[in-house]
């Protein structure tokens, strides 16, 4: 039997949604425990977050840079930081302890600007430890079998494309006591990016992990609809992808009447398939020709290997469950010391959803011009 890995954790305080998020995900196949953390810029909050969770007090820290030293000098110091801060909080961190020889599992997107984003993967490329990004959606068991669907021939020839991710949380202006949505607006914390970043780059992130098609061109169109909001709560892109398949990506967050509604369409010359979000154990597969066959998490028409369960058939796995598959591969690509299988998201697919969120503005600033990432 193996031990548990070491986590940290930056960010994820009192009062905090997401660090909430990875920690549940993290503890789910037992292969992490938490025991050091900064986390909060607060040094007050941070030791009171510390205790609430458990943390020693020699190990709760007043900055992520005094964790990153101490902890790399312990030897029994953490073999993973999980960053969990808002997005222009990612890349000082991520730095920090790569320089420092600890492995970085970081949440979406991967940082504020591109230029950032560009600094991360220098870091990642020289220290040679392993970046996580927590696109929890790629580890949805269906999403897998998807990906290996597409891959094997099973669509043919992909055509077309259509992701959306639309929810209503934004419609009105922001509460300026709501935490989660006051730095989500806030163009100096979240990026020139709103939506389009927040929930966008899921999107866009999912429809290249399923189908593997790497983008030539993007036409976008960013809009504000709220008065006074500085970033985007809407996005209409369009994509063309090399070898001719063409796409289409709504992301909004002033889509009233919705909640988390993610979805992926993939059409190929041979098939299609369809999936939701809010119902993930279930896709539907359509061979052409043929009546639509219904697949399920599990279910009698599996195909492929690449799904990972952990309850029988029928008992719903969902959000916290992809999350915690991340955690999974992460843990089983430390302890082999290499990039896993790859289909877990990685410093790659951070700075491409960077380059996406910056040709969106670019191209909407140029009234929808086609550009390139």
Wanted: proline content about 4%; glycine content about 12%.
């Amino acid at each position: 039997m193996h031990k548990k890995l070491k986590l940290g954790m930056v960010g994820g305080g009192r009062g905090a949604f997401i660090g909430g998020v990875h920690r549940i995900a993290s503890r789910i196949d037992g292969e992490w425990e938490l025991v050091a953390g900064a986390l909060s810029s607060d040094p007050g909050r941070a030791a009171a977050s510390a205790d609430d969770l458990g943390i020693a007090p020699d190990r709760s820290y007043a900055s992520y840079a005094e964790m990153a030293k101490a902890e790399a000098a312990r030897e029994d110091g953490i073999d993973a930081v999980a960053i969990v801060t808002p997005n222009h909080m990612h890349a000082g961190p991520a730095i920090a302890f790569l320089e420092a020889g600890i492995n970085v599992i970081c949440d979406k997107p991967l940082s504020h600007t591109v230029e950032d984003a560009l600094k991360i993967a220098d870091a990642v490329k020289k220290s040679g430890k392993q970046f996580i990004l927590t696109h929890n959606y790629t580890g949805y068991p269906l999403m897998r079998q998807a990906r290996e669907m597409v891959a094997s021939g099973a669509l043919g020839e992909v055509r077309f494309v259509a992701v959306e991710y639309i929810q209503d949380w934004l419609t009105e202006p922001a509460d300026p006591d709501n935490k989660q949505a006051a730095w989500r607006t806030d163009p100096k914390r979240s990026g020139a990016g709103g939506c389009v970043g927040d929930i966008g780059t899921h999107a866009f992130n999912l429809a290249q992990f399923v189908t593997g098609l790497e983008v030539e061109a993007m036409s976008a169109d960013l809009t504000a609809f709220v008065e006074g909001r500085q970033v985007d709560d809407n996005v209409e892109a369009r994509f063309r992808f090399k070898g001719g398949a063409k796409g289409t990506l709504w992301a909004s967050q002033i889509a009233v009447g919705n909640e988390n509604g993610l979805s992926l369409r993939v059409y190929g010359s041979k098939g299609g398939i369809e999936w939701h979000q809010e119902n993930p154990n279930v896709m539907t597969y359509t061979p052409f020709g043929e009546p639509k066959q219904i697949l399920t998490r599990g279910g009698a028409a599996k195909i492929g290997s690449e799904q990972s369960l952990r309850v029988p058939p029928g008992h719903p796995e969902g959000y916290l469950e992809g999350f915690a598959t991340i955690y999974k591969d992460a843990a089983d690509m430390i302890r082999a010391g290499d990039g896993g299988a790859g289909h877990t998201p990685g410093i790659e697919d951070g700075v491409l959803g960077m380059k996406f969120i910056a040709a969106c503005v670019e191209s909407s600033a140029k009234d929808g011009a086609w550009v390139t990432l």
